[in-house]
């Protein structure tokens, strides 16, 4: 979509939607699922989201759009496909083998010093994960959606490890420009497979990724306004769909308070925080904006009024997460009881590291379960329909 043809939309009364990917490691399945819902629901051959951004696992889902924005019902079948039969060696090395060699390397690393042996750059070797995404992802097609008019922007966000900084890649329609805010930035180019890796790897689990002079990680760590990559690209709806269930966030709800939680329990709840906080305090931020600028528009003629609409699992993933354990690789089941991962108080961790496609299936059928029965309020709100801002369904909200 050309400049001309963001305008004609824009005069037509139609909205811009921004379709938001949070990050979510193996939850990120869930998203799959509403979006396979979503082509049922929006059947039209055309590109519903002008705007898509992605964070971490989000961030692939996000570039197959884009790359695929002409026909993008077949897309979201590809990435249906892909992860209905997804294997966690796929992902990261996790057989036995090199499992044992990364622990050793860790060991003699401590022993020595680092004498002997360097500290290793990460937890896991997630070259798997970069051949994959060299066989599914045609980066190259984004600059070619958007050329043809049937993408206005896709962004893909990282992590500066140099700066500290959460950047914004984004490929998108020459009217756009580059923004820069506190702590937060935007910054075109063309979209690689390098700013994939960049943006999906996890803090101490996978290795940073160096994008010309700087590294980079996981998108999610100091993304304090995850929203407004889209709201800068020309979004003025925007459709979230996120993978921690809303009444599920922390460690075990019933665990004793008494019991030292375990490492596994820790890190199962720093990806919680890594992945999900900062959505829900934006989406809080977001409707305050919004009511400010109902409240006095005379007022506040530069506050943008968003629309957001929020689909969310009704169910826990850590509850799927522990129907599927015993699907987990024995490296990873291994490193999992070794680190605390693997009873009631660690399916945190797993519900984030389980990419195997029991875990996965049943993932994308609770997200295509969860969008269709909240179809009357997504359908209304990609029409461009104002919703009362109310509950629609276990897991939707919207703020207006």
Known sequence: MDGSAHSQHKRSGRPTVGLVLTGGGSRSAYQVGVLVALAELLPRARNPFPVIVGTSAGAIAATVLAAEAHQWRRAVLGLERV????????VFHVDPVHMLRAG????LALVSGGLVL???KAML???PLRELLGVHVDCAGIRRSIARGHLRACAVCA???????SVAFYDGVDSI?????????GRRTEVTLDHLIASAAIPMLFPPMRLGDEYFGDGAMRQLNPLSPAIHLGADRLLVIGVRARRGAGVTVNRMYSTMPSPGEIFGYMLDTLFTDQIYGDLEQLERMNQLALAAPSANRDIQHVETLMLAPSVDP???AARHTGDIPLGLRSLLRVIGGRDASGYQLASYLTFESGYTRALIELGYRDAMEARTAITAFMSGEKLPPVMTAPGVAQAT
Do not use: C, K, M
Request: glycine share 6%; hydrophobic share 30%; proline share 5%.
């Open 118 to 120: 360097s500290p290793p």
């Open 177 to 185: 420009a580059d923004w820069s805010r506190v702590q937060r930035l």
């Open 318 to 320: 850590r509850e799927i």
């Open 125 to 127: 070797d997630n070259s």
């Open 83 to 90: 992860w209905a039969n997804f294997r966690s060696e796929q």
């Open 159 to 165: 992590t500066s490890y140099g700066t500290g900084h």
């Open 104 to 107: 050793l390397h860790w060991v």
